[in-house]
């Protein structure tokens, strides 16, 4: 597990944040040996680790009882003062913003504030489930150092029941299991981070995406990314791309994004996930997309319609032809027709004289 300690805020004050998408934040005065909020995070959650959460019912006795295994979890259990251990993490209330854990070494603009709140209270529920994932991975490993076996991370995922074999299973077969190489620096800081080493043209999207996919160490003298090992990875890329007319833009696309991934079917975006607001993306998915018109269907309509014009051409001769021999029939035989007859014959003329009216 990481060995990252709580540290005290810089001498300068504390670092100021500005929202990205809906789980990240982004440096406001970007320092590479500065403070980062994903590692004290990580050392606030780890510090403030409630333990076994027990459910009482409304008689006092436990009725449920359970290690914390999510975000949620922090905020069942309480200490002696009756504080939940979220609440400590997180001040809900903007009155004691600054009060919380977090917030003693991080701040925003005051008109991000709950924006703010919004996007630490995402990234917490992540944060905590990917901390509980790679717990599991560490006890694994433990068990087999203490049986003087070598075991790695790798090794360790494929060790577990069934169920969780069957889900790691079906996560391969996603589209996009790629992981990001590296350490977890998200995608927000890894674009400041080559912004600030290489300057703003080898910080935009898609070199920003190759670089989180291929290796920040394999960057070349000139801030290229290597090329990426995954073909899944790469296809996303290169269909992103695609959509997209400029590739140096800093700013995630989110019609391509919408387009790329399909939607949101799994709750998340193929690039850039969580340094996008998923409304931007979602948007795109009520509108209805124009299609350009075939040329051979619309050859094909044309002549059908055609066709139905000539059709009905013949029909309309057909029946003039029709009501002239019945007429004579009847003159013939020196007898009126039925006045049902000629009250029907009176009522279609009137329709298609409305007809040709509305279409002329």
């Given at each position: 597990m990481s060995r990252t300690e709580l540290k005290m805020a810089p001498r300068s004050g504390r670092v100021e944040l500005?929202?990205?998408?809906?789980r990240q934040f982004r440096y406001v005065a970007y320092n590479p040996k500065g403070l980062k909020y994903p590692s004290q995070v990580g050392a606030i959650l780890k510090r403030e680790y409630p333990g076994i959460v027990k459910v009482y019912d409304e008689q006092g006795n436990v009725v449920k009882q359970h290690p914390a295994l999510s975000w949620n979890d922090y905020y069942w259990k309480k200490n002696r003062d009756g504080i939940s251990y979220a609440r400590r993490v997180k001040q809900e209330s903007l009155v004691s913003f600054v009060c919380s854990l977090f917030w003693k070494l991080f701040t925003v603009h005051p008109r991000h504030r709950v924006t703010a709140d919004n996007?630490?209270?995402a990234y917490l529920v992540r944060r905590v489930s990917n901390m509980v994932y790679q717990l599991r991975l560490e006890a694994v490993k433990m068990y087999f150092h203490l049986r003087d076996e070598t075991c790695d991370d790798t090794r360790a995922r494929t060790i577990g029941p069934r169920k969780r074999k069957i889900a790691q299973d079906c996560c391969m077969c996603s589209e996009d299991n790629a992981q990001n190489r590296g350490g977890s620096r998200n995608f927000s800081e890894t674009q400041q981070l080559l912004e600030h080493t290489f300057g703003s043209e080898k910080s935009g999207i898609l070199n920003?995406?190759?670089?989180?996919?291929?290796g920040f160490k394999t960057i070349n003298s000139t801030g290229r990314a290597a090329p990426i090992p995954s073909?899944?990875?790469?296809?996303c890329l290169d269909d992103y791309r695609q959509l997209v007319s400029d590739e140096n833009s800093q700013e995630l696309d989110g019609k391509a994004l919408h387009i790329v991934g399909n939607g949101m079917k799994h709750g998340r975006v193929p690039i850039g996930d969580g340094a996008v607001d998923k409304a931007i993306v979602l948007i795109h998915g009520k509108s209805?997309?124009?299609?350009?018109?075939?040329?051979t269907d619309y050859d094909r309509v044309i002549k059908e319609n055609e066709q139905l014009k000539e059709t009905n051409g013949i029909l309309l001769e057909e029946n003039s032809v029709n009501r002239a021999l019945i007429m004579a029939m009847y003159s013939d035989f020196g007898r009126e027709p039925p006045s049902e007859l000629l009250r029907r014959l009176q009522s279609i003329d009137a329709r298609r004289q409305q007809v040709t009216i509305f279409h002329a």
């Amino acid at each position: 597990m990481s060995r990252t300690e709580l540290k005290m805020a810089p001498r300068s004050g504390r670092v100021e944040l500005a929202p990205k998408g809906h789980r990240q934040f982004r440096y406001v005065a970007y320092n590479p040996k500065g403070l980062k909020y994903p590692s004290q995070v990580g050392a606030i959650l780890k510090r403030e680790y409630p333990g076994i959460v027990k459910v009482y019912d409304e008689q006092g006795n436990v009725v449920k009882q359970h290690p914390a295994l999510s975000w949620n979890d922090y905020y069942w259990k309480k200490n002696r003062d009756g504080i939940s251990y979220a609440r400590r993490v997180k001040q809900e209330s903007l009155v004691s913003f600054v009060c919380s854990l977090f917030w003693k070494l991080f701040t925003v603009h005051p008109r991000h504030r709950v924006t703010a709140d919004n996007i630490l209270e995402a990234y917490l529920v992540r944060r905590v489930s990917n901390m509980v994932y790679q717990l599991r991975l560490e006890a694994v490993k433990m068990y087999f150092h203490l049986r003087d076996e070598t075991c790695d991370d790798t090794r360790a995922r494929t060790i577990g029941p069934r169920k969780r074999k069957i889900a790691q299973d079906c996560c391969m077969c996603s589209e996009d299991n790629a992981q990001n190489r590296g350490g977890s620096r998200n995608f927000s800081e890894t674009q400041q981070l080559l912004e600030h080493t290489f300057g703003s043209e080898k910080s935009g999207i898609l070199n920003t995406y190759a670089v989180m996919k291929s290796g920040f160490k394999t960057i070349n003298s000139t801030g290229r990314a290597a090329p990426i090992p995954s073909q899944k990875a790469q296809k996303c890329l290169d269909d992103y791309r695609q959509l997209v007319s400029d590739e140096n833009s800093q700013e995630l696309d989110g019609k391509a994004l919408h387009i790329v991934g399909n939607g949101m079917k799994h709750g998340r975006v193929p690039i850039g996930d969580g340094a996008v607001d998923k409304a931007i993306v979602l948007i795109h998915g009520k509108s209805v997309g124009f299609n350009p018109i075939n040329p051979t269907d619309y050859d094909r309509v044309i002549k059908e319609n055609e066709q139905l014009k000539e059709t009905n051409g013949i029909l309309l001769e057909e029946n003039s032809v029709n009501r002239a021999l019945i007429m004579a029939m009847y003159s013939d035989f020196g007898r009126e027709p039925p006045s049902e007859l000629l009250r029907r014959l009176q009522s279609i003329d009137a329709r298609r004289q409305q007809v040709t009216i509305f279409h002329a």
